[in-house]
């Protein structure tokens, strides 16, 4: 909270000419749930809307081993028509809604809850809902055919959850550190950079991509912290808005924050903030940085750097946002970065088209031996490198492990669009899932 003024299609032969790349990291497999419907507090420029998970059902708990799909419920109200909704845009704790045999996705309008509006019901697997073990506040998020984000949440109850990388950076994690302080200015032409802009931490000597990381300010002091905006830049130019905008009017003295995805809890709007470990939060849009800074993308998630080679400078870029306040971060910043090996096959695999679909690649499968690795597995990530196809949605990919384990990571995604040498990396820690329609484009 801000103070003033302070067709039918023609089947075409397809090449694929693609390298697989699967990047083996570490982030557990692990769900149970409970239910509270709320109304929340949503950011400026949302609409709320009332959810539900498991609508009709009084008991609102999830085993994700015995519970492959979710239904979710969106109910209309005087401001959101159900119709108006997108469904691909829908997720739900980061899952996107599953599909049908032939592609379409599991969405229908109906009246619910009985009020005479619609309400949009979909599905979601069990297995891609970003959850722990125990009660879980969900956010359910979707936007409207006009670009409106709507946004709500419920309460559940999970048992067997998935574990996506919690726990794992601190005890693996190589630390990185920059302790000198870091001052809060202020000015009367505000957003005022603070002293040293940017803050740097160079990283060496890793090998492997990053697969996980967190980020510490240390003994954090400001009189109004809602003025504070940090933003961390990678040595590849990707950036997150670590925090901005949160934590109101009341002073912060000596605190000390870690921003880590897999917290259980955002930074508060109105405060007070109170040293832990959080969500990287950021509360509405429109934040500016000075130069040198980039133009902040609106991410929040550290996972933006996934994938990602994580050798070079990292640069915290902070700023007061209004008048008449200041700050410190008295000791510095400092990065908790974990990172895996890559093993590949770079050989191609051609997609090949005929009269009697499916029709396999060639080869089929194409394999990765992977030798010489202790412990389990917590994460996998896969690369695919060079992806072409003339028709996007007509192809699917399945991962099968070792044990057997199987995935499906990519299945009539892309619409009709064509696309050319992409190269696209699946993570369960991505913000985004691939669209259902849209031109698809390179990246994680």
Not at 129 to 158: K, P
Not at 162 to 171: D, P
Not at 201 to 226: A, E, R, W
Request: aromatic share 4%.
């Amino acid at each position: 909270m801000k103070r003033q003024p302070i067709g039918s299609r023609r089947r075409t032969k397809r090449i694929f000419r693609a390298s697989a790349a699967l990047m083996l990291a570490l982030a557990l497999l692990g769900v149970a749930y409970y239910r509270i419907v709320a109304a929340q507090k949503d950011a400026p420029g949302e609409l709320r809307v009332e959810v539900d998970i498991l609508p009709g059902e009084s008991a609102k708990v999830i085993d994700v081993m015995t519970r492959a799909l979710v239904p979710v419920v969106i109910y209309g109200n005087p401001s959101v028509a159900a119709a108006d909704l997108r469904p691909a845009s829908v997720a739900v704790a980061g899952a996107p809604p599953t599909k049908q045999a032939k592609g379409q996705l599991r969405a229908e309008l109906k009246d619910l809850n009985h009020d005479g509006r619609d309400d949009l019901l979909i599905t979601v697997a069990a297995v891609s809902l970003r959850v722990s073990d125990g009660d879980n506040r969900i956010t359910v998020t979707a936007t409207t055919r006009d670009g409106r984000r709507v946004s709500g949440t419920t309460q559940v109850r999970i048992v067997h959850a998935r574990h996506f990388n919690t726990g794992i950076v601190e005890t693996n994690g190589m630390v990185f550190s920059n302790t000198a302080p870091i001052t809060i200015n202020d000015s009367a032409s505000p957003p005022t950079a603070a002293t040293p802009y940017p803050s740097n931490v160079t990283v060496s000597g890793l090998t492997g991509n990053l697969i996980s990381m967190t980020v510490t300010l240390t003994n954090l002091s400001h009189t109004f912290p809602d003025d504070i905006d940090v933003l961390l830049v990678g040595p590849t130019g990707a950036n997150a808005l670590l925090m901005s905008d949160v934590g109101g009017n009341t002073p912060a003295s000596n605190i000390t924050l870690t921003f880590d995805d897999n917290a259980a809890a955002s930074l508060p709007d109105d405060g007070p903030l109170v040293s832990g470990t959080f969500k990287p939060t950021n509360i509405g849009t429109g934040d500016t940085f000075p130069t040198p800074a980039p133009v902040p993308t609106g991410n929040t998630l550290l996972s933006i750097f996934d994938g990602t080679n994580p050798n070079g400078t990292w640069q915290l870029y902070v700023v007061d946002d209004n008048q008449n306040n200041a700050g410190t971060i008295a000791s510095g910043w400092s990065l908790n970065i974990l990172t895996a090996p890559q093993t590949c096959n770079t050989a191609n695999i051609d997609i090949n088209d005929s009269a009697t679909p499916p029709t396999v690649a060639s080869p089929y499968p194409s394999q990765i031996a992977i030798s010489g690795l202790s412990g389990d597995v917590a994460k996998v990530t896969v690369d695919l490198r060079g992806l072409s196809h003339t028709f996007t949605d007509d192809i699917d990919i399945l991962l099968v492990g070792p044990t057997g384990a199987t995935a499906v990571i990519m299945s009539d995604a892309g619409g009709s669009w064509p696309i050319f040498n992409l190269n696209l990396t699946f993570d369960d820690n991505a913000a985004t899932a691939l669209s259902d329609n849209s031109h698809l484009t390179s990246g994680t």
